[in-house]
């Protein structure tokens, strides 16, 4: 069965930049996409962006300038880094597993990230 | 603002069905069948409950049931149990950006 294991810093400050990590095991990077989803507080799910085992990647138009999506093959790892974070940016964000017509049928337990002075 | 629009709550008695809907544009989803629906439990990782509009992942209850009609796409919850309650979400491809998009959700209450 995949799991994905989330991993990362939970606190930072506004202009930081938040580095996440996922994990996948019990299957493959191959033949997926693998997507960045948060959660806001009391708010709905936000598709931040999306990137294959070739590093292939479409990212939120509102969201674009400031992602860096990044997989490693051979940790069997997908990576994302969004900079310039503010209080807007506080949320849960999700790891996940995203099937060839766009339905997510893995998800990681997520990370929640706050922003803060 | 969420590019699909759900209604904020619903809520309905154990044992009765509801439906859920979920309208976009045609964008969104108007000659699309990548319309999928999501169950969060707080403090549980999001279900699949549907994808490709109409069908159910393997584990996934024959109550949960999707349809699509034009820019509308509907999931219906039959013979509802209380732990049914929870937030509901659709989402989309969307044609013109080459990502999905979400609903703003809708949380149903089971009374």
């Known amino acids: 069965q995949v799991q994905l294991k989330q991993g990362g810093t939970g606190l930072l400050k506004p202009s930081e930049t938040l580095s996440l990590t996922c994990g996948v095991s019990?299957?493959?990077?191959?033949?997926?996409?693998w997507a960045w989803i948060r959660q806001p507080p009391g708010r709905g799910l936000e598709w931040i962006g999306h990137?294959?085992?070739?590093?292939?990647?479409n990212s939120n138009p509102s969201l674009k300038s400031r992602i860096i999506m990044s997989v490693d093959p051979s940790k069997k790892q997908v990576s994302l880094k969004l900079s310039f974070m503010t209080a807007a940016d506080t949320a849960l964000y999700y790891c996940?597993?995203?099937?060839?017509?766009?339905?997510?049928?893995?998800w990681g337990k997520g990370t929640t990230v706050t922003v803060s002075s | 603002q969420s590019a699909l629009t759900q209604p904020a709550s619903l809520s309905a008695s154990p044992g009765q069905s509801i439906t859920i809907s979920c309208t976009g544009t045609n964008t969104d989803f108007g000659t699309s069948d990548f319309v999928s629906w999501y169950q969060l439990h707080p403090d549980k990782a999001p279900q699949l409950l549907i994808y490709d509009v109409t069908e159910r992942p393997s584990g996934i209850s024959g109550r949960f049931s999707g349809s699509k009609s034009g820019n509308t796409a509907s999931l219906t919850i039959s013979g509802l149990q209380p732990d049914d309650e929870a937030d509901y979400y659709c989402s989309s491809y969307t044609s013109n950006d080459r990502f999905i998009v979400f609903g703003g959700g809708t949380k149903l209450t089971v009374l």
């Open positions: 996940a597993r995203v099937l060839a017509k766009y339905s997510i049928d893995v």
């Open positions: 990137i294959d085992q070739g590093g292939s990647t």
């Open positions: 019990g299957g493959s990077l191959s033949g997926y996409y």
